[in-house]
């Protein structure tokens, strides 16, 4: 089944720049629909990117847009967020995601599969 696998995160200055990967082990990686959110402690699981369920588009959280851009390798299984232009306020623990099925893309009740997550935390 689905696994991801997430990597990339870390400890950066303000402006300054991560690409987080995730990695699907899974057979039909390609036939999943992924996405990106973030969660900072004590906050709701927020939606950041994702591409479009056929595959065609990408969306993008108004916090994130124009810093961030999400992007897929499907020969590698992977699927990556790099994010520029960072700031303190982006500092959460970010989850890619896949779905299963068609839904509402910036809801988390929308997906059915998750990375552990990867800790991302940006300083002054």
């Known amino acids: 089944q689905v696994q991801l696998v997430e990597s990339g995160g870390g400890l950066v200055q303000a402006g300054g720049s991560l690409r987080l990967s995730c990695v699907d082990s899974?057979?039909?990686?390609?036939?999943?629909?992924m996405g990106w959110f973030r969660q900072a402690p004590g906050k709701e699981r927020e939606f950041v990117a994702a591409?479009?369920?056929?595959?065609?588009?990408?969306f993008y959280a108004d916090s994130v847009k124009g810093r961030f851009t999400i992007s897929r390798d499907k020969a590698k299984n992977t699927v990556y967020l790099q994010m520029d232009s960072l700031r303190p306020e982006d500092t959460a623990v970010y989850y890619c995601?896949?779905?299963?099925?068609?839904?509402?893309?910036?809801?988390?009740?929308?997906?059915?599969?998750w990375g552990q997550g990867t800790q991302v935390t940006v300083s002054s």
């Open positions: 591409f479009s369920w056929s595959g065609g588009s990408t």
């Open positions: 899974g057979r039909t990686f390609s036939s999943y629909p």
């Open positions: 995601a896949a779905r299963t099925k068609r839904g509402t893309y910036y809801y988390t009740a929308a997906w059915n599969y």
